[in-house]
């Protein structure tokens, strides 16, 4: 305290903690922020900005069947009454309620130049012009029958609604984003059937599930279209909770331009992503190199997007370069959900979207029944004045003497006709013309339709049920006028899942053709071109015969398997043809020379293989743990000298057959076998003194097929089977009679 300078005088000084002085004007701050600034009520789904230029529009009558009128004044009626702050910051907010590509069911309708979807700014506010649409008209519906509160504006001059009526779920159907202090808010835009679906339902059901709501809204419906390829169980997340995300592609097609050719053609691009710098971008990645099966990107967009993607080569696939560019540029997004709004105009917190659905029909709850008071108050003074009317009706003769011979005739006739002072007063007021009997048939008329209404109103406000048939009635009027078969509301964004593709460039760029691989005895591997089925001309060097032929693509991969255990990977494409004897698979492999192949197939991504050594042991393992990215290979089944490699089947069936070298067969469940990606496995058939000779799988219902010795197909069915079923790891037994005697299953 020593160190504080306290000036002479008589100057009051009051001594204030400097930190508490800071924390408490901070959280002043960080309060008028959230509440006046970055998140939207949850009632009307607007923040003050927006709620004050929708309600200065409704002041100045700029209703839809209205002229436009300049935006500058418009920014000046809200700045000078509502909403002092700059005039760029409003105008700012007005040209996005005007912009189709940034709301989806825009509040303004603008006239002039109002920005576009290259990022490009809206014309100055002298030189556009603009008014509501019937969505904000919707918005304001009822807002002059005390629906709702209003209180003083920043200078106590005017008064301006606490908030609107909102006969349009707006939050939901418009989306909204900010960030306030500490916390922030992204909400997508939806469509208005969609949400009106949901809605109808949760009033029938007010315990309906999140699951249930989401079948009504399956995902946003952005204003730029786009594809979302979120999966049903994430969006169900997301809703539940009020946070998550959305994954939003841009939508292409595939556009043929002759000569086996072809260009991409994207219609749609992610919501908030501007067409010119989406293009720059996709340039800088091609120039970069980025790209490698991207050859060039153009813009040929008028009023519609259409930007063009042209593949480096005809040979890429259009699926791959089209993932390429999505993993690479905003063509594909992430669109944040975080559901933070005002419940109740005060509380900030995020609410899932069964909570949001909710607030909102309770807000139409309370208007309902304000409205309705409103109209019985209006309708009570009506008929008090329509009853003084008859009464002076039923006595005109002695209404007209009073009032020109007494000298106060409104204290006569409450005196007289039992009237109250307004009553008097109206009966004063009378012209001579409302005196004739067809005037008064039309007072009598008025007063029973009035007391009908006012029966109507009394039932209404006395009963939920009614109130909330009344509800569904407003929100059914809403759906027919946003349904999906009119242009404003036909959904915009699709629902897809997204392809799981590996990108390899190298393959990409492979230009596909049929091609024969040819394996030799002796090791020697080459690939012909197209599909051969006569295999008597080959030609073999000295000793050599053929010992596999396959028929594969040149985007193919084979799959080798060694004795040793490993699996190599060779490409189609890498194989030498021609005339030639091929080359030693030695060259192509990093193989030892006291291993050879034993088995070598066409990789198909996904299917199981049955794989098992010479002394009976192995396990099931999916092909794509087996692909191998070196010439080293991949060790896959381990084996120890003197056992080796020896069979790899397909694993396509719910039964196993494995013949032993000892003439010895065993059939058991393919679930005793286990699952591996590397191991010895688990013992398939026992054998003393013998090898495994072959195995397959097989489907039960259809039986097991072989060859027999003659090179006929056979099959024998569970029950032909029924002696030699057992379990894993048994010894088996004696195979039939007509089997083969290469103690072999043959091909299939």
């Known amino acids: ?60 009558r700029l209703n839809p069947d209205q002229a436009h009128k300049k935006c500058a004044k418009i920014v000046g009626e809200v700045m000078g009454n509502f909403h002092p702050h700059g005039d760029q910051a409003i105008y700012d907010t007005l040209v996005r309620l005007a912009q189709n590509f940034a709301v989806r069911y825009p509040l303004v309708d603008g006239q002039g130049n109002f920005g576009n979807i290259d990022g490009d700014n809206a014309a100055a506010m002298r030189y556009t012009e603009s008014r509501m649409t019937q969505t904000a008209l919707a918005l304001l519906d009822g807002i002059d029958q005390d629906t709702v509160d209003f209180r003083l504006t920043y200078d106590a001059s005017n008064e301006e609604p606490v908030i609107l009526p909102s006969a349009f779920p707006n939050l939901l159907a418009n989306g909204s984003s900010g960030i306030a202090v500490g916390m922030a808010t992204n909400i997508p835009p939806h469509n208005a059937e969609e949400i009106c679906n949901a809605l109808l339902h949760l009033i029938k059901y007010p315990e309906a599930s999140v699951e249930k ?20 169980a994430s969006i169900i997340e997301a809703y539940k909770t009020g946070r998550g995300g959305f994954r939003l592609r841009a939508k292409w097609t595939k556009e043929d331009i002759g000569r086996g050719g072809y260009q991409v053609v994207i219609t749609e691009i992610p919501y908030q992503i501007q067409k010119s710098k989406l293009v720059e971008k996709l340039a800088d990645l091609i120039a970069d190199r980025k790209l490698p099966l991207v050859g060039d990107v153009r813009d040929e967009s008028a009023e519609e997007i259409r930007l063009i993607v042209e593949p480096k080569s005809r040979v890429v696939d259009a699926i791959v370069m089209m993932e390429s560019l999505f993993k690479l540029s905003e063509l594909e997004i992430r669109f944040g959900l975080n559901m933070n709004v005002l419940s109740a105009g005060q509380v900030p917190n995020v609410l899932g979207l069964r909570n949001v659905l909710q607030e909102w029909l309770n807000h139409r709850m309370v208007v309902l029944k304000r409205r309705s008071q409103f109209r019985l108050k209006k309708i009570t003074q009506r008929l008090e004045v329509l009853d003084g009317y008859l009464a002076a009706f039923l006595n005109i003769d002695e209404v007209v003497r009073i009032i020109r011979f007494e000298e106060e005739p409104k204290r006569k006739l409450i005196v007289t006709f039992n009237l109250s002072d307004i009553q008097a007063e109206a009966v004063l007021n009378l012209r001579l013309r409302a005196l004739s009997r067809l005037e008064e048939i039309e007072i009598r008329a008025e007063h029973d339709r009035l007391c009908e209404e006012q029966r109507a109103l009394l039932d209404l406000l006395a009963s939920d049920d009614k109130k909330w048939i009344k509800i569904s009635d407003e929100i059914s009027i809403v759906k027919e006028k946003y349904s999906k078969k009119t242009e404003v509301g036909a959904r915009r964004t699709q629902l897809s899942v997204a392809p799981e593709i590996e990108i390899d460039l190298g393959q990409a760029m ?19 071109k197209g599909h051969l089925d006569d295999m008597s001309r080959l030609d073999f060097k000295q000793g050599d015969k053929l010992r596999t ?12 398997l060694t004795t040793n255990g490993r699996f190599f990977t060779i490409n189609c494409d890498q194989i030498k043809g021609g005339r030639s004897h091929g080359e030693p698979v030695r060259l192509m492999i990093d193989l030892e020379e006291n291993y050879d192949i034993a088995k070598i197939f066409i990789h198909k991504p996904g299917r199981r293989l049955l794989i098992a050594s010479n002394l009976g042991y192995g396990f099931i393992v999916n092909e794509n743990d087996i692909v191998a990215s070196t010439r080293k290979g991949k060790q896959v089944l381990n084996v120890l000298s003197p056992d080796t490699a020896k069979i790899c089947v397909t694993a396509d069936g719910d039964m196993v057959a494995t013949l032993g070298d000892n003439g010895k067969l065993l059939v058991f469940g393919i679930g005793e076998v286990s699952k591996m990606v590397r191991g010895k496995g688990v013992i398939l058939q026992r054998l003393k003194n013998s090898s495994l000779s072959d195995a397959r799988v097989f489907d039960s219902s259809i039986g097991l097929p072989w060859l027999d010795s003659a090179g006929q197909k056979c099959i024998m069915s569970m029950k032909d089977l029924a002696e030699w079923c057992g379990l894993r790891a048994q010894a088996g037994k004696i195979m039939p009679k007509r089997f083969s005697l290469s103690n072999k299953f043959g091909p299939l």
């Open 213 to 232: 709501l989401v079948e009504y809204i399956p995902g946003p419906d952005f204003p730029t279209g786009g594809v979302i390829i979120e999966s049903k």
């Open 549 to 560: 032929v396959l028929q594969a693509y040149t985007t193919d991969r084979l799959l080798v």
């Open 1 to 60: 305290m020593s160190n504080i300078l306290i000036p002479e005088g008589d100057v009051p000084v009051e001594l204030i903690n400097l930190r508490e002085a800071l924390e408490e004007r901070y959280l002043a701050y960080a309060l008028s922020t959230i509440m006046h600034r970055a998140l939207p009520d949850v009632r009307d789904g607007l923040k003050p900005v927006h709620r004050r230029i929708i309600f200065a529009m409704h002041e100045l």
């Open 510 to 528: 492979i230009e596909k053709e049929p091609v024969t691989v040819i394996l030799s005895n002796k090791g020697w591997l080459r690939a012909l």
